[in-house]
């Protein structure tokens, strides 16, 4: 009994080790009765759909590159979203439920009862040599659902209806909607074959190629792509869609739509040599509201309407349209000297200094030459101005010598320009001709050593001079920092005596009044302001032009009105006394700045400088100094009392009834400081009583 009763324990004892050890097993893995396409190793790379009930016929296939094409019923690249939506629901089909013919036959039903006897879509897959086929029959009864079949199995299986929405989708939802499928990145030529008709009865053929990260033109010459426009028209060449196709029976005649000889053959080419799309293009479509065109894809059969994006114009002109504007190969910041040469006089030189400061050789008082500070404003304007020289239009890139001598005038060019990088690179010199014989003038570049002309704009001249003095710094002077002036003495010259002269102002800071603002406080405001600004000028004394490199006490401008040039009389002499700071290692110091000044007429008022530490000049004034030197020149000539009464009459003054005084002394007082012209309006200049040359602008 005892012994039953163990052997009874040990049973249940293995018999709950088996439950728990069931219990912890994964579960079992039910095989599915096999479906419309098995999910292992079935790779699908063809798909046909058979829709009896529109008797049409839908077939994509995918290539060895793994791209899905559409077959029919016209050839052209599949949507990868419709493919991926295709297949995913022919993979993953779910069934509601399921039963077999052997169901039917006990139910007395037939195939024909679910739509499968005649189903309206059959489709078959494929995948390597393996095929699968799906019937599609009737909705069920309800209309939410479909009876479907795989002859493999006899199964009629229950799936949602969303799997006819899928099948059922029109030819334009399956077919990708773009032309080119190259993605950028992946393009590295773009070629265009014009076939020589309407505006370019000439056909021609030109190729732009990706070298790096820059495009160039290499057909039928090589120069440089302009970067910008290459791209956009390879981005508007991939944004094309197809409007609509052309009935495959009327496909067949090519002539008939422009395409058996294209108007036009546009080439993308990828990485690999077989990745390579080319788009023939042919007659415009009559009528239609918006430019459009018959095309093909050169490796199918396919035509159809294309609607223009203005790149087809682009392309027939892609040699001029799509090609390197500027011409000039230059870095502006490497430029390190710079020639400039004129047809009428001598060259120019121009050379950047160990400091990085420019350079410009001029000419001294003996006609040696010497480098003197040049402008670094001018400079640079002018070598970025030439960086960026663009052309209007290309005339010709392969001119003949009769063509550079009589038609672009390049064989004695009117400018050559020599820039150099260092010393190890090879200079560019550009030429500029100037032709008279059209009306406007034109004016034509070419870089030597390179065929093409361009004609260019004339702006670039007036960054261009044959005179030094053009470049030269217009700071004369700069004043160092801790720098103060300290006093100010003008002088009335007689009979052109530099050293001799009537004294028309003298101010000096002294211990009772160290500053400006207290010596000037008890003068008149104008006074007070535009001595402020003469001072701020003598800071850093900036000239208007330069008229010559050194100085000359009998100065003569250059004039066309008469056959002996004006001679320039020195009237005033001012004397800046300058008070530097001592710095390491050298002790203050006082200095004189001397400058020469003649009479002003109009707008315009000579001054020139021979003394150290000035260097000498002859150069214009700018505005601010000459309205300074103005003003407090004709506050100095009033007498103090007339000047009083003048502010005492209550009744407006009318400027124009006064006679300005010209100097000390005189009877007639000038107009109250009620009435003064501004600063930049022509003064009156002092100038002796005795002297009967002096000028009133």
């Known amino acids: 009994m005892r012994f039953k009763l163990t052997l009874l324990l040990l049973l249940a004892n293995l018999a709950v080790f088996f439950l728990l050890w069931r219990l912890n097993q994964p579960p079992e893995i039910v095989a599915r009765p096999a479906g419309p396409i098995p999910i292992e190793n079935f790779d699908i790379d063809h798909i046909v759909i058979d829709d009896h009930a529109q008797n049409e016929v839908r077939e994509i296939k995918r290539d060895q590159r793994g791209v899905w094409h559409l077959i029919k019923p016209v050839e052209w690249l599949a949507s990868e979203d419709a493919e991926r939506d295709l297949i995913n629901h022919l993979q993953f089909l779910e069934e509601e439920t399921n039963f077999s013919l052997k169901d039917l036959e006990k139910s007395g039903q037939a195939l024909k009862d679910f739509g499968l006897d005649k189903p309206a879509v059959e489709i078959t897959v494929q995948a390597g040599s393996q095929t699968a086929k799906l019937l599609i029959g009737r909705h069920t009864n309800?209309?939410?659902r479909l009876y479907v079949m795989n002859p493999a199995d006899g199964l009629v299986r229950v799936v949602a209806q969303e799997l006819l929405a899928t099948l059922d989708k029109p030819v334009q939802d399956l077919r990708d909607s773009n032309l080119f499928t190259l993605s950028f990145y992946e393009i590295q030529s773009l070629a265009i074959g014009a076939g020589g008709t309407g505006t370019t009865p000439t056909s021609s053929f030109t190729r732009f190629v990706r070298d790096g990260y820059q495009w160039r033109m290499d057909t039928p010459f090589s120069c440089a792509a302009d970067e910008d426009l290459v791209k956009k028209a390879i981005s508007k060449l991939e944004n094309l869609h197809v409007e609509s196709f052309i009935p495959p029976t009327d496909a067949a005649d090519l002539a008939r739509f422009g395409l058996a000889a294209p108007s036009l053959k546009i080439e993308l080419k990828g990485d690999a040599a077989e990745s390579s799309q080319t788009l023939w293009l042919g007659k415009k479509v009559p009528d239609a509201t918006e430019p459009e065109y018959y095309?093909?894809?050169?490796?199918?059969?396919?035509?159809?309407?294309?609607?223009?994006?203005?790149v087809f114009a682009t392309l027939l002109d892609a040699q001029n349209a799509l090609r390197e504007r500027q011409f000039m190969n230059i870095s502006p910041e490497k430029v390190s000297s710079i020639s400039v040469d004129s047809a009428d006089s001598a060259e120019v030189r121009m050379q950047m200094a160990e400091d990085h400061t420019w350079q410009v050789r001029d000419k001294d008082a003996t006609g040696a030459f010497t480098f003197i500070a040049a402008d670094p404003g001018i400079i640079q304007a002018m070598i970025n101005d030439l960086a960026k020289l663009s052309a209007k239009s290309f005339v010709s890139d392969a001119p003949t010598n009769d063509d550079l001598e009589k038609t672009f005038n390049l064989k004695s060019p009117q400018w050559k320009i020599i820039l150099q990088e260092d010393k190890t690179a090879k200079p560019v010199m550009l030429d500029i001709g100037i032709s008279t014989a059209t009306t406007p003038v034109r004016y034509f570049a070419k870089i030597e050593g390179v065929d093409s002309v361009y004609e260019i704009d004339s702006d670039i001249l007036s960054q261009l001079s044959s005179s030094p003095l053009h470049y030269r710094d217009r700071t004369l002077e700069k004043l160092p920092a801790g720098a103060q002036v300290v006093s100010l003495k003008l002088a009335l010259l007689k009979d052109n005596d530099l050293t001799a002269g009537e004294e028309v102002f003298n101010y000096s800071l002294d211990a009772i009044r160290p500053t400006w603002d207290e010596y000037?406080?008890?003068?008149?405001?104008?006074?007070?302001?535009?001595?402020?600004?003469?001072?701020?000028?003598?800071?850093?004394?900036?000239?208007?032009?330069?008229?010559?490199?050194?100085?000359?006490?009998?100065?003569?401008?250059t004039s066309t009105a008469s056959i002996e040039p004006p001679s320039v009389s020195w009237r005033y002499r001012l004397d800046a006394g300058v008070q530097l700071s001592a710095t390491r290692g050298v002790a203050a110091s006082t200095e004189t700045l001397t400058f020469y000044f003649s009479d002003r007429s109009g707008a315009l008022q000579l001054g020139g400088t021979r003394?150290?530490?000035?260097?000498?000049?002859v150069f214009t004034l700018p505005i601010n100094v000459r309205g300074a030197l103005g003003v407090i020149l004709r506050e100095q000539a009033q007498p103090a009392a007339a000047v009083e009464a003048l502010r005492e009459i209550n009744q407006p003054i009318n400027p124009g009834t006064i006679t300005p005084v010209f100097a000390p002394g005189a009877a007639t007082a000038p107009p109250a400081s009620g009435t003064i012209l501004p600063t930049d309006a022509v003064a009156p200049i002092p100038a002796p009583a005795a002297s009967s040359s002096s000028s009133a602008p």
């Open 142 to 144: 309800d209309g939410s």
């Open 295 to 310: 095309a093909k894809l050169a490796d199918r059969p396919a035509v159809f309407v294309v609607r223009d994006t203005d």
């Open 611 to 617: 003394e150290p530490p000035l260097p000498p000049a």
């Open 520 to 557: 000037l406080k008890n003068k008149p405001e104008l006074v007070r302001d535009n001595v402020q600004v003469l001072l701020d000028a003598l800071r850093q004394f900036t000239v208007e032009d330069y008229l010559q490199a050194y100085f000359d006490e009998h100065y003569q401008m």
